[in-house]
């Protein structure tokens, strides 16, 4: 998938926040959205790397990312109601040390806000 800054398109949400559509090469959206903590500043994930996606479901997808220091984090997506995203991490998930067995283990991890994950 080639993604270019004209294959972005920008949108609000019903809570006023803003939601990225990305156009892939065969013309399907993907929905993204930007990490902000609690004061509402965005968030850089960019020390973690994607390792993992997986579309569970029609509504649930997963997002394994992993630091290179080995710190994991795994996002659930929802969209049953609206989107909602919620984190694993071993802060949330002390017994689960690596990301191997965080990303096998996916369905079963503790979810959180981000404030509880990280």
Known sequence: ?????????????????????LEDDDGLLIQAVAIVDSVGAQVDLADYGTNDVEEASS??????KEKRDGTWLVMKIDTTSGTSIRY?????????????????????????VYSEAL
């Open 1 to 21: 998938m080639t993604l270019t800054q004209s294959s972005v398109k920008r949108a609000i949400d019903a809570t006023g926040n803003e939601i990225a559509m």
């Open 88 to 112: 694993a991490s071993v802060e949330n998930n002390a017994l689960v040390t690596s990301y191997a067995d965080a990303w096998s283990g996916r369905s079963a991890l503790v979810y959180g």
């Open 59 to 64: 509504t649930v997808t997963y997002v394994g």
